[in-house]
């Protein structure tokens, strides 16, 4: 969920990348009877997750569909850097997957170059589409409403917050914040009560890419205006537009600013690094310096005996709220989404297996094994009800319903460009190098021309 930035991708990277994973003994080039799945590989090699699951999910298949195979193309990258390299690969049928992981904000991106394959037909015929929710769905269609992606899961966002922290600060366990000053009046209560600790994490700065756009500044954005449920403050889809930063851009460009410049968060140049998503999870929360942390429904995972830092008392220790609307205007929550779905390459020469391989990826059974093994969130209704799916994760059931009031990035082939210039406008305010009105003047300078001109006011 970074943004796109542009990536050398030389012969012999191309050729490691295609060196893939296969349950043959052989390679199997555009073998009629063999379906490629193209993937990210983590790139600490002891994280096998996806890897491990979908070896399983070929071997069923292989046994499902006899006489066929399945072939693994693990492209190891950072996430950043996997949507240019499988972007490489699907340019030319002779390196082109059959089935490709997408990052939903990439699919309109993708099928703008042509890399992707419509699947109306397909999904229209399958039973199982209808369990899906509608905001998955529409993640899963580009600009010409056309569906390209079936969703494996998705992801929502939230306040963790440290109830021993809050304890020591008088504020209640069960905390639920109504408003943005809830939110800002608990951090200076713990800032004056609990010397030492770190009162409130927002992520910033250019740096952070999306955590900074989505954790960040789009939490704030989305729950301005008179009607959050049904305001898009980034893009009007009537007008084909995108729209100017206004007073909600200021408003929420001025809570950041609020949260740095009181030093309710963590120092500037930390808040800066780009590890600091690593340091929140790892080391702030963990070792309780760290009060509250705006942040994403997989964090919790980390914490578990199969996490990378194991931290057995989470459970007792953290606590969930939702993200308040600006002023506790309805729905008086706000969450953003993004999440990853399977797509069939426009190249592929075997289309009608890469889609009985989708379908076999996203099996009941299958898809509730992803959720658990991924830290994933429920898409479909039979996933989200399931008592193992329930008991996986840290905050699964608080993080599902989230869902429901849950909004996703624009679908616009510019936006990675529009995330950064957002991310530049927290990081100018962070600073304190700019103020608000001159960052957001900054901002819409920058969005005309990333637009071409296609802008509104709201």
Known sequence: ??????????????????????????STGNDPNTVKIAFRKDTDNKVTLADDYLREVAREFERTHKGKKVQLIPVQASQQDYYSKVQQLMRSPKTAPD?????????????????????????????????????????????????????????????????????KAGLPQDWHPDTWDDVLKAARTIKKKVPGVTPLNIFTGKAAGEAATMQGMEMLLYGTGSD???????????????????????????????????????????????????????DLIPQQKLAMDIDGSWLGQQWLKTGGNPWPKWKKTMGLAPMPTQHGQAPGEVSMSGGWAWSVAAKSEKPDLAWELIKTLQSRKNAVEWCIRGAQIATRSDVAKD????????????????????????????????????????ESVTTGDTTVDQATRAYNAQLKSIANGAVTSQ
């Open 1 to 26: 969920m970074m943004p796109v930035r542009s990536t050398a991708f030389p012969a012999l990277a191309l050729t490691t990348v295609l060196a893939a994973a296969s349950l043959s003994a052989c």
């Open 99 to 167: 089935v490709v992981h997408e990052d939903s904000f990439m699919i309109n991106p993708d099928v703008k170059s042509g890399y992707l394959r419509p699947l109306d037909g397909q999904v229209k015929k399958w039973k199982s589409w209808d369990r899906y929710a509608q905001s998955a769905k529409d993640a899963a269609k580009a600009e010409d409403g056309k569906t390209y992606a079936v969703p494996d899961g998705t992801d929502t966002r939230g306040i963790w917050f440290n109830r021993n922290i809050f304890k």
């Open 228 to 282: 959050p449920e049904t305001h898009n403050p980034l893009y009007d889809e009537k007008s084909k537009k995108w729209v100017k930063g206004g007073k909600g851009f200021k408003d929420s460009l001025r809570f950041v600013q609020t949260v740095y410049s009181q030093k309710l968060g963590p120092d500037v140049d930390q808040a800066l690094n780009p590890n600091m998503q690593t340091k929140v999870n790892a």
């Open 387 to 426: 008592p193992r799916y329930l008991k996986s994760i840290p905050g699964a059931a608080f993080f599902t319903k989230r869902v429901r009031h849950s909004h996703y990035r624009p679908k616009g082939p510019v936006y990675p460009r529009v995330s950064t210039a957002i991310a530049e406008a927290m």
